[in-house]
């Protein structure tokens, strides 16, 4: 098992930063790749970045390139994600994902809103 809490939410204003982080504990030798969602109310949950999680390039959604950058620190086991220059769009509840080879795994989620 994988345990994942995420942090870093809040309300900014349109043009400011935010950075996410998801902290993993448990069986974390087997986490494979990292990923980012987000979800607003009465929508699909929709894909925002995601990487390796030792080593490989990175993918992000088109919304969100030259924007958003997702990063780890292997030493904590936590995934970033940095959020600049954010839009009232961006605004949804963002959540953490971690894969190992077979098992599939969901941090709470953190409110992001960012007002015009």
């Known amino acids: 098992q994988v345990q994942l809490v995420e942090s870093g939410g809040g309300l900014v204003q349109a043009g400011g930063s935010l950075r996410l982080s998801c902290a993993a504990s448990?069986?974390?030798?087997?986490?494979?790749?990292m990923a980012w969602f987000r979800q607003v109310p009465g929508q699909e949950r929709e894909f925002v970045a995601a990487?390796?999680?030792?080593?490989?390039?990175?993918y992000y959604a088109d919304s969100v390139k030259g924007r958003f950058t997702i990063s780890r620190d292997n030493a904590r086991i936590t995934a970033y994600l940095q959020m600049n220059s954010l839009k009232p769009e961006d605004t949804a509840v963002y959540y953490c994902?971690?894969?190992?080879?077979?098992?599939?795994?969901w941090g709470q989620g953190t409110q992001v809103t960012v007002s015009s």
């Open positions: 994902n971690m894969k190992t080879s077979t098992l599939n795994y």
């Open positions: 990487s390796s999680w030792r080593y490989g390039p990175t």
């Open positions: 448990g069986r974390t030798f087997s986490i494979a790749t």
